[in-house]
T-cell receptor, first 112, second 113 residues
Framework: QKEVEQNSGPLSVPEGAIASLNCTYS??????FFWYRQYSGKSPELIMF????GDKEDGRFTAQLNKASQYVSLLIRDSQPSDSATYLC????????????FGQGTRLTINP | DVKVTQSSRYLVKRTGEKVFLECVQD?????MFWYRQDPGLGLRLIYF???????EKGDIPEGYSVSREKKERFSLILESASTNQTSMYLC????????????FGPGTRLTVL
C-alpha cells in the first residue's frame, strides 16, 4: 500500500512567520508532487507542484523536494490569517497511471 | 476557466435508496475520479476512469459503481445506500500525463438516514 504521510496538526503559526509543512512518501518511483489547499467546507485547490529535486518558489510559497529522502515540504512565508486551511500533499502513483495518493492533510492555523 | 461541476451540493437519502451523483467537466480531460473524504481518513479513491466507458476500481469500491458514457460526464452510483456511506464526495478530472494536476468539483455532502 503506497503511503503519503503528513503530520495532521493542528499547526499553529503567528501571523507574519514562516509556516513549514512536511510530507513523506513511500514509493521511490513517484515523480510528481502536489500541494493542495482546502478551506473548511470547500474542495481542494492546487497551490504548488514540483517534479525536480530542489526548491520551487511561487510568491510566498516554496515547495522543496528531496527524492533521496522521499520528502517534500511546503513553506509559506509571511503567513496570513487567510492561509489558515488544511494542506494536502499528493504524490503520483507510479503503478497507477495517473492516480494521485493523498496524505491526510495538515491543518494550519495562522494567529493574528 | 477550468470547471468541474457536481449535480448537488447537499443530498439527503434513506437507507436502501439508489443514489446517483453526477460530475461534469468542461476541460476535455481524459481522466475522471471519484473520492470520498471523511474526517481523519483523508481523501480515498473510489473509482476512476481513463476514457469513455473505461473504469477502474480505486481503494474503496465496495458498495459503489460508476458510469462514463460521455467524456465529460462521470457518474457515481450507490446501489443501495447505507449509513456508512454518509460522507463528502468529491469528483476530480485531469488531462493525461503524470505531471498534471487534478481539478476538483465543489463536492456533494451526502447524508444517508
Amino acid at each position: 500500500q503506497k503511503e503519503v504521510e503528513q503530520n495532521s496538526g493542528p499547526l499553529s503559526v503567528p501571523e507574519g512567520a514562516i509556516a513549514s509543512l512536511n510530507c513523506t512518501y513511500s514509493d521511490r518511483g513517484s515523480q510528481s508532487f502536489f500541494w493542495y489547499r482546502q478551506y473548511s467546507g470547500k474542495s481542494p485547490e492546487l497551490i504548488m507542484f514540483i517534479y525536480s529535486n530542489g526548491d520551487k518558489e511561487d510568491g510566498r510559497f516554496t515547495a522543496q523536494l528531496n527524492k533521496a529522502s522521499q520528502y517534500v515540504s511546503l513553506l509559506i512565508r509571511d503567513s496570513q490569517p487567510s492561509d489558515s486551511a488544511t494542506y494536502l500533499c499528493a504524490v503520483n502513483d507510479p503503478q497507477g497511471a495517473q492516480k494521485l495518493v493523498f496524505g491526510q492533510g495538515t491543518r494550519l492555523t495562522i494567529n493574528p | 476557466d477550468v470547471k468541474v461541476t457536481q449535480s448537488s451540493r447537499y443530498l439527503v437519502k434513506r437507507t436502501g435508496e439508489k443514489v446517483f451523483l453526477e460530475c461534469v467537466q468542461d476541460m476535455d480531460h481524459e481522466n475522471m475520479f471519484w473520492y470520498r473524504q471523511d474526517p481523519g481518513l483523508g481523501l480515498r479513491l473510489i473509482y476512476f476512469s481513463y476514457d469513455v466507458k473505461m473504469k477502474e476500481k480505486g481503494d474503496i469500491p465496495e458498495g459503489y459503481s460508476v458510469s462514463r458514457e460521455k467524456k465529460e460526464r462521470f457518474s457515481l452510483i450507490l446501489e443501495s445506500a447505507s449509513t456508512n456511506q454518509t460522507s463528502m464526495y468529491l469528483c476530480a478530472s485531469s488531462p493525461q500525463g503524470i505531471y498534471n494536476e487534478q481539478f476538483f468539483g465543489p463536492g456533494t455532502r451526502l447524508t444517508v438516514l
